[in-house]
C-alpha cells in the first residue's frame, strides 16, 4: 500500500522558518523523482519545488526561489522542504507527490504564515 505521510506544518511568524518531511512506504522510494506542490484557499494547486531521485538536480517554481530547499534521503525514504524567510503569501496547505506518473499524493500539512 502506497504512502505519503507529510509532516512539519504549523503556525509561524513571517520571516520565520520550518521544515517539512514526507516519509514514503510501498513504492520503490529512491528510484521516484519527487515534488512538493501547495494550494492556497482559493487558489489553484502549484508546484513549489521538485528534485531527482539521486538528488543531484532540483527546480524551483519563481515564488520560492532563494528560500525554499527541496532535499531527499533515500536510506529513510523522506523527501524534505526546507522553508526559510517565509511570507503570509506561503500560507497554505503542502503536499508531496511522485514528480511523475503514476502519482501518489500525501494528504497534506497546513503551513499558515501569520503574525
Known amino acids: 500500500q502506497v504512502q505519503l505521510v507529510e509532516s512539519g506544518g504549523g503556525l509561524v511568524q513571517p520571516g520565520g522558518s520550518l521544515r517539512l518531511s514526507c516519509a514514503a512506504s510501498g513504492f520503490t522510494f529512491s528510484s521516484r523523482a519527487m515534488s512538493w506542490y501547495r494550494q492556497a484557499p482559493g487558489k489553484e494547486r502549484e508546484l513549489v519545488a521538485n528534485?531527482?531521485?539521486?538528488?543531484?538536480?532540483?527546480n524551483y517554481g519563481d515564488s520560492v526561489k532563494g528560500r525554499f530547499t527541496i532535499s531527499r534521503d533515500n536510506a529513510k525514504n523522506t523527501v524534505y522542504l526546507q522553508m526559510n524567510s517565509l511570507k503570509p503569501e506561503d500560507t497554505a496547505v503542502y503536499y508531496c507527490r511522485t514528480l511523475i506518473r503514476p502519482w501518489y499524493w500525501g494528504q497534506g500539512t497546513q503551513v499558515t504564515v501569520s503574525s
Open positions: 528534485i531527482n531521485t539521486s538528488g543531484g538536480s532540483t
